[in-house]
């Protein structure tokens, strides 16, 4: 690392205010703050120094991401040769799905930053952290089979229109990796309404997996739950085996690429909670108001499948742990206020059930749950805070 800091020192005046490659400036601080700690500080104003900068709490958030990451990958292979009926080892399965997951985040980073590299040259700022997370998100929370000129479109329009316009990070309103889902979802909803198996079944790599199986169209868990007119409805795999809230739990499932395995996700919660990068309150209050309201559709909800449910396979199926671990908890989009984190989590996790028991069309629930709250999270850091001037107020009078 020594000789890399070398090399860095020693091109870095040519980047530099009169070198030649001064318009470069941006790009080069992004690298070098990348790899390094900067060693200037702030020259004015009130500032509170800490030992970790936003570069490394968005690192963090990779890290914690890597045990979703790594799974999704062996899923993508599992589920491809369960469908094939073909049973290979661990290796060839991992690397069937890695092969296949890898163009998604080239993709994702490749759009994302590159625009922030122009935004950032253009206006002459440094470049901004926040996609390193975004650009990680998206290939998670999208089907595999999703075309990569989709994902550019929406990676593109995401990064434009849902962060740079309001003024980039910290600035954004909605999180962007679940705008880069919404627009997909909105714009090309075949792929994205969560009613299809998400099985990558072609022989993409030449790995030996056969021939490509057309036949497979079944439904997911909870496209499965969604369409079907009974209460004692039987969740099935995408070789008509049935399923368990330990399936659910374990990951051995369809759906996108990191959101299958619970286990996995937690295993990332638990990392961003010692950390302290990810607020413990927001997490527990989304899973604490899915599991309530869960169970007052199953206690009086309209006589349906999605209603009657059990509350603790809402928890474990769809994207609902992924959404509470990873995306509930953006420090960007969520509340501030210690009050209003447990109003927002909870208002997440009840909003999601509603959907998804009320809305057929769309049997997900948790992107579009983040999303409206995102709208009204300032809203309720309003009133928390309000709240709290009337209540001191109150005291100094009384006393």
Known sequence: MKALKNLVDKVKPHFEKGGKLEKFHSVFDGFETFLFVPNTTSKSGTHIHDAIDSKRTMSMVIIALIPALLFGMYNVGFQHYLALGQQVSFWDTFVFGALSVLPLIVVSYGVGLGIEFIVAQIKGHEIQEGFLVSGFLIPLIVPIDTPLWMVAVATAFAVIFAKEVFGGTGMNIFNVALVTRAFLFFAYPTFMSGDVV?????????????????????????????????????????????????????????????????????????????????????????????????????????????????????????????????????????TRTETGKWIYGALVGAMTIIIRVLNPGYPEGMMLAILLLNIFAPLIDYYVVEANIKRRLKRAKTN
């Open 198 to 334: 998400w099985v990558r079944t072609a022989d993409t790599f030449g790995l030996g997996a056969g021939t490509p199986v057309d036949a497979y169209s079944g439904a997911t868990v909870l496209g499965q739950v969604a369409t079907s007119a009974t209460t004692n409805l039987q969740i099935v795999n995408i070789v008509k085996e049935p399923l368990t809230w330990l399936d659910g739990f374990l990951g051995l499932i369809s759906g996108s690429v990191g959101e299958t395995s619970t286990l996995a996700i937690l295993i990332g919660a638990a990392l961003l909670l010692v950390t302290r990068i990810a607020s413990w309150k927001t997490m527990f209050s989304v899973f604490a108001g899915g599991a309530f309201m869960a169970f007052v559709f199953n206690t009086w909800g309209p006589e349906t499948a999605a209603a009657h449910f059990p509350w603790y396979y809402h928890l474990v199926f769809g994207g609902f742990a992924f959404g509470a671990v990873f995306m509930a908890t953006d420090p960007v989009t969520s």
